[in-house]
């Protein structure tokens, strides 16, 4: 009889952190072939305009960009949370809750300049989503709920506070839909590139990967939120504050998300609709998982996603293969990934009886 | 072997190894028709292992078992309880949410069907709970039961899938004094129809209740089998605790200086709530040791965890250097400079996951030593990480290497050189050598003997006697909670200690 065993693996060299990603990536297009094949679409055509759709014209690339920022933030944000071990499902309300509070501030700033509107708008944005998130970190510590749950369940409420405002004291006067007046100029943020929508917020979600790989790596901070993480009873033992640890956290992790939310109204939409995210903190999870949750790994998945979901229009057009392989794709992606990391700490064995 | 009658279970020169540890080393175990076989033995010693071997829940590495005369090659928990092979575990196997009927047949054949034959099963139930004394109501639910009515359930699941060997692990551990006598009348029933029954245990008088053959493990090996009936608790307490004298530690003579640890009428309850600790008392002082020996499970563990700030007493008051500890709080017993070495040192004293250094600043890591605003002063840290590493000759591919894989020594001298590097006042350790080979005990002993030519006064907590022989000053006992005596270290007897950790009082 032949048994097949999972047993751990001696640590891999450091050059595999670098390859195995890249593995992943490659196996994960191999497999993507089914499906684009099953929708009768030619493959190599296909994947040309995959990635021309995303990357091929200067226009093209920078929405790659816009399309990147709010995912590179919401997957900070998660990446920020797990490596504690608070389970932040809630980016997709914090990121409303980021929205929302800019949108009040941007249709009510009237004629402040904005060198003081948009730094007041960012800061609120990430204390709105940074206490959304406190909230499920606070009855985690203290009421022993489960963050998971609490996380998620608040999307909901979040979505639905925003559903009453925006059919209530936020509606566009005169408007029959649920939407919000137009922020004022002062309250958009900036294009930086001509003839595109290259904004200020896709700097900020950048400059966030260098300011969350410097609080894990540089910092007392991200030196306790990582012991919390790993094991939370030695962390105690020695004696750090575990439930402030995990408020901070979450809070950071909120607001990260929140920021997220401050850029989609601030320098896309202008104004709050009820379909603000298409689920954008649901997707940064995933970007989380496959960046391993490191930020440069959460940086690279990202932009990965970014690709798939911009290309992914041009290949549709271009071949009537519809969109949702796009999904079909990212979902693939975080399998391979999952099973790719899995292989870098354990190997089969096979035992001969 | 004493039978000569056919045992139910043989089980031959069983080896089983976890990565570099050998749990068990070829040992032989046999148990007969309608006796309780008692399996005594430190922590660690193999005992739960062994039976989880013969309960098809670990593979052994080496060795035969025989059930009932046949070779039995168990691959699953499935396989043994077909050939009538129960255990029931230290933590129950229960679906809380669940009736008890419900929890029986999950996994029989009346639980597999797509409509549940509840009638025959509770018919069943029903004889079994009467034939057995086992009174439970199969329509309760499983959370609102007792412990000790839990326990009957696991019993009568077993019974139901006809097991007529039944391993029962550390069963009255979770038990009150009236729910073990319970316990032990099933238990002879059961033998009387000619069942057998493996107990597990490591507390003495219990095994002396209980059982009619005793099996002592040490260190994974059988160092003895015993007739209850021509055994004592003195005699298995040495058999269990008793090494060679391993090493010839030399100690100067001191003297102790003032109390640097005070507990004052310290009452503590255990995860049951059950009182663990009761009205305890104990002074340390500057240059001694204090050892306090005792059978595992007798207070020691709640006991550590209210010194080292990771559990609320009911009652006391604890001082250090004469400022009261607050309880419940790690980083008051840290401020007070005491050094903690806990027994669970891979899951509450290292953070395993994490690199040498990161283990070694873990206490002052927000000390301006090595951090300003919040920044962690990198080159500052790696000296001293690196010097540690030095000082304490651990073995390490670097101080980036991740903890979990250092040796069983070399894990302690990482929580050793974080403890001690503070120059404590008084340190508190617990059960410092369990697992540790040979040389990294000798290690651990110097350098706590070190600690107290310093004028640090430590309480070491160990099971093992000749550890606390050869460092003490003082020796106390504790059993059940309480100080059973206490005595200077060399006018003290192995007799005397013997006597006080089976609760034997002069």
């Keep these: 009889m032949?048994?097949?065993?999972?047993?751990?693996?001696?640590?891999?060299?450091?050059?595999?952190?670098?390859?195995?990603?890249?593995?992943?990536?490659?196996?994960?297009?191999?497999?993507?072939?089914?499906?684009?094949?099953?929708?009768?679409?030619?493959?190599?055509?296909?994947?040309?305009?995959?990635?021309?759709?995303?990357?091929?014209?200067?226009?093209n690339l920078l929405e790659t960009f816009v399309k990147a920022s709010p995912l590179l933030l919401t997957g900070l944000a998660v990446a920020f949370a797990f490596r504690a071990k608070f389970w932040n499902i809630g980016a997709e309300g914090q990121l409303l809750a980021g929205a929302l509070i800019a949108t009040v501030l941007g249709v009510h700033m009237g004629n402040l300049p904005r060198p003081i509107v948009l730094p007041l708008i960012i800061v609120a944005g990430f204390l709105a989503g940074g206490i959304w998130a406190a909230i499920p970190g606070i009855l985690k510590t203290k009421l022993k709920v489960d963050d998971v749950v609490s996380t998620l369940l608040l999307n909901y409420v979040m979505w639905h506070i925003m559903g009453a405002l925006l059919f209530g004291p936020l509606q566009q006067p005169g408007s029959s839909w649920p939407r919000s007046a137009a922020i004022v100029n002062a309250a958009r943020y900036p294009i930086l590139l001509p003839r595109s929508r290259f904004h200020m917020g896709i700097l900020i979600a950048f400059f966030a990967v260098f300011v969350i790989w410097f609080i894990n790596n540089k910092t007392t901070f991200g030196y306790r939120s990582k012991a919390v993480g790993v094991n939370i009873r030695a962390a105690q033992f020695g004696g750090i504050n575990t439930t402030s640890v995990i408020v901070w956290t979450a809070l950071v992790s909120g607001g990260l998300a929140g920021l997220a939310g401050v850029g989609e109204l601030c320098a896309i939409q202008y104004r709050l609709i009820m379909d603000i995210s298409p689920g954008y903190g649901y997707t940064g999870i995933v970007i989380a998982m496959l960046g391993n949750l490191h930020p440069v790994g959460v940086l690279f998945s990202a932009i990965?996603?970014?690709?798939?979901?911009?290309?992914?229009?041009?290949?549709?057009?271009?071949?009537?293969?519809?969109?949702?392989?796009?999904?079909?794709?990212?979902?693939?992606?975080?399998?391979?990934?999952?099973?790719?990391?899995?292989f870098m700490e354990y190997r089969l064995k096979v035992m001969k009886k | 072997m004493i039978e000569a009658r056919q045992p139910m279970v043989r089980m031959s020169s069983i080896t089983k190894y976890f990565l570099d540890v050998t749990a068990n080393d070829k040992v032989d175990f046999s148990l007969y028709p309608g006796e309780i076989c008692s399996l005594l033995g430190e922590n660690g010693a193999g005992k739960t292992t062994l039976m989880n071997v013969l309960f098809g829940y670990y593979a052994c590495d080496e060795g035969e078992i025989f059930i009932k005369g046949e070779r039995a090659d168990l691959s699953s928990p499935k396989d043994a309880i077909a050939r009538g092979v129960g255990m029931i575990h230290?933590?129950?196997?229960?679906?809380?949410?669940?009736?008890?009927?419900?929890?029986?047949?999950?996994?029989?054949?009346?639980?597999?069907?797509?409509?549940?034959?509840?009638?025959?099963?509770r018919r069943k139930l029903l004889e079994l709970e009467q034939r057995f004394g086992l009174e439970i109501d199969p329509d309760a639910h499983v959370w609102t039961l007792s412990v000790g009515e839990q326990q009957k359930v696991e019993i009568l699941k077993a019974l139901y899938r006809n097991v007529d060997i039944l391993i029962m692990d550390e069963p009255t551990a979770v038990l009150a004094p009236a729910e073990t006598d319970d316990l032990f009348s099933t238990l002879k029933t059961l033998v009387s129809e000619g069942r057998s029954v493996v107990f597990i245990s490591h507390k003495l008088h219990e095994v002396m209740d209980i059982s009619d053959r005793i099996v002592v493990l040490r260190g994974g090996r059988v160092v003895a089998e015993r007739h209850t009936a021509e055994t004592s608790t003195r005699e298995l307490a040495n058999l269990m605790v008793g090494r060679d004298l391993l090493e010839d530690t030399t100690k100067n003579q001191l003297e102790p200086g003032r109390p640097v640890l005070e507990i004052k009428q310290l009452d503590v309850l255990n995860d049951m709530k059950l009182p663990a600790i009761k009205n305890l008392n104990l002074v340390v002082r500057q240059n001694e040791i204090l050892g306090m020996a005792g059978i595992s499970g007798n207070g020691q563990r709640e006991l550590s965890e209210v010194l080292f700030g990771m559990r609320n007493p009911a009652r006391g008051a604890i001082k250090i250097n004469n400022t009261p500890l607050k309880f419940g709080n790690p980083s008051s017993a840290i401020k007070l400079n005491m050094a903690r070495i806990p027994e669970d040192r891979m899951d509450t004293g290292l953070l395993m996951d994490l690199s040498v250094e990161e283990n070694i600043i873990l206490e002052d890591h927000a000390s301006?030593?090595?951090?300003?605003y919040g920044v962690m002063k990198s080159k500052i840290i790696h000296q001293y990480a690196d010097k540690l590493i030095g000082d304490y000759s651990i073995a390490t591919a670097g101080r980036d290497a991740i903890t979990k894989r250092l040796s069983g020594g070399n894990l302690q001298k990482v929580?050793?050189?974080?403890?001690?590097?503070?120059?404590?006042?008084?340190?508190?350790?617990?059960?410092?050598?369990?697992?540790?080979?040979?040389?990294?005990?000798?290690y651990i002993h110097q350098r706590l003997l070190q600690e107290r030519e310093r004028g640090v006064g430590i309480l070491l907590i160990s099971e093992d006697l000749d550890e606390i022989f050869s460092l003490s000053d003082r020796i106390a006992v504790i059993y059940e909670g309480k100080i059973m005596g206490e005595v200077v270290a060399k006018t003290a007897s192995r007799e005397q200690i013997g006597l006080w950790m089976a609760g034997v009082k002069k």
């Design chain 1, 2 to 59: 032949i048994r097949i065993r999972i047993i751990k693996r001696k640590p891999l060299p450091a050059w595999a952190k670098i390859v195995i990603p890249i593995a992943a990536i490659v196996a994960t297009l191999i497999l993507s072939a089914i499906p684009i094949l099953l929708a009768g679409g030619d493959l190599w055509k296909s994947y040309f305009y995959l990635f021309y759709g995303a990357l091929g014209t200067r226009f």
């Design chain 1, 304 to 342: 990965f996603f970014s690709v798939i979901i911009v290309g992914a229009q041009t290949m549709s057009r271009m071949t009537g293969v519809p969109t949702y392989i796009a999904e079909v794709i990212q979902g693939m992606a975080l399998m391979v990934m999952l099973i790719f990391l899995l």
């Design chain 2, 90 to 121: 230290q933590h129950f196997a229960l679906v809380p949410i669940q009736t008890v009927l419900e929890n029986i047949i999950i996994g029989t054949d009346s639980g597999k069907t797509i409509f549940l034959d509840l009638k025959t099963a």
């Design chain 2, 368 to 372: 301006a030593e090595f951090q300003a």
């Design chain 2, 415 to 442: 929580m050793l050189a974080r403890e001690l590097a503070g120059n404590p006042a008084v340190v508190i350790a617990a059960q410092p050598t369990r697992g540790l080979d040979v040389g990294a005990m000798e």
